[in-house]
């Protein structure tokens, strides 16, 4: 399995970046996928996780309303849409996955029990 992020890049604060990650290896049918972020200096987080079989969907907080998790099931690849991006936002993102749908639901994921990383993808939003 293998999971290649892209799409990061420098964006002003208010402006709007969508990440990739084209998955191999496995079908976005059958997995809990989704992202984390680690911001420099800080402890990794979750963002949100997207489980297709399960029906589930979950966002932290500090992204709920901001951030949009999609799919296109027909490529095999999962999408982060990120708009009004804070400086707070700055990180590397990485896709994760686990060939397991239950590890994706409405209140959250154990991303560290996640199988598959990818290696990120950096995000860096100025003020």
């Known amino acids: 399995v293998q999971l290649v992020e892209s799409g990061g890049g420098e964006v002003q604060a208010g402006g709007s970046l969508r990440l990739s990650c084209t998955v191999s290896g496995v079908s976005l049918d059958v997995v809990a996928i989704g992202w984390v972020r680690q911001a420099p200096g800080k402890v990794r987080e979750p963002v949100s996780c997207?489980?297709?079989?399960?029906?589930?969907?979950w966002y932290a907080n500090s992204v709920k309303g901001r951030f949009t998790i999609s799919s296109d099931n027909a490529k095999n690849v999962l999408y982060l849409q990120m708009n009004s991006l804070e400086p707070t936002d700055t990180a590397t993102y990485s896709c994760?996955?686990?060939?397991?749908?239950?590890?994706?639901?409405?209140?959250?994921?154990?991303?560290?029990?996640?199988?598959?990383w990818g290696r990120g993808t950096l995000v860096t939003v100025s003020s």
């Open positions: 994760v996955a686990q060939a397991n749908p239950d590890y994706c639901s409405n209140y959250g994921f154990d991303f560290y029990d996640m199988a598959y």
């Open positions: 997207t489980s297709r079989s399960e029906g589930s969907t």
